[in-house]
């Protein structure tokens, strides 16, 4: 969890590498969509490109189909939840399926730095939603109305890890495996 920008991405693609666990990724899996033309990917595109969020029911579909596949040793989900809408969802369907999670971690970077990532990041890889400051300044207030309530929602189930994601992002992996090591040992 964390802004966009964050690099939630990146550390969820190398947390998933390192200890063998499928990452599901919805901004992938939207962007695969979009790139393929289909009728998801065409209606997402439209909340993409603004700096919405895709409608929760969306992205739960999404979610659920992936869950529902993946291994007995768990998974990482990079993404999602962005809405209480979507945890509280997230809440019911791990049930339904019998599965739990463990921490939901929280990279905390500046504003200023997110806009200067997402610049980079839409010149770098032709990125149409980190292209444009006004629309990367919408998805951060996006980002402060919806998803920065799932901090308190997760804070309250005690399940919350705070990490600084305005380091390198070793160091930040650093964070992560460390906290994750220790939860091992400790579980």
């Not at 790139?35 to 998801?40: E, I, R, S």
């Not at 969020?53 to 869950?67: R, T």
């Not at 730095?113 to 610049?119: F, G, K, M, T």
């Not at 309250?156 to 091992?184: C, F, K, T, W, Y």
Request: contains cysteine.
């Amino acid at each position: 969890m964390g802004p966009p920008g964050a690099g939630k991405g990146t550390q969820a693609e190398r947390l998933a590498a390192i200890y063998h666990t499928p990452k599901i990724s919805t901004g992938d899996l939207l962007r695969a969509e979009v790139k393929a033309q289909t009728p998801l990917g065409c209606q997402a595109k439209v909340y993409m490109d603004a700096g919405e969020l895709v409608p929760d029911e969306v992205l739960i579909g999404m979610v659920k189909g992936q869950l529902q596949h993946s291994p007995a040793q768990g998974w990482i989900l990079d993404g999602f939840p962005r809405t209480l809408a979507q945890a509280e969802a997230l809440e019911e369907l791990l049930r339904e399926l019998g599965q739990d999670y463990d921490h939901v971690l929280n990279l905390e970077v500046p504003d200023e730095v997110v806009v200067a990532r997402l610049l980079a990041r839409g010149k770098e890889q032709g990125r149409s939603d980190d292209a444009d400051e006004a629309v990367i300044l919408k998805r951060l207030q996006v980002y402060r109305e919806q998803t920065a309530p799932l901090i308190d929602f997760y804070e309250a189930r005690g399940r919350l890890r705070r990490i600084d994601g305005n380091q390198p992002m070793e160091s930040v992996q650093e964070h992560l495996q460390a906290l994750l090591e220790g939860s091992r040992r400790t579980a």
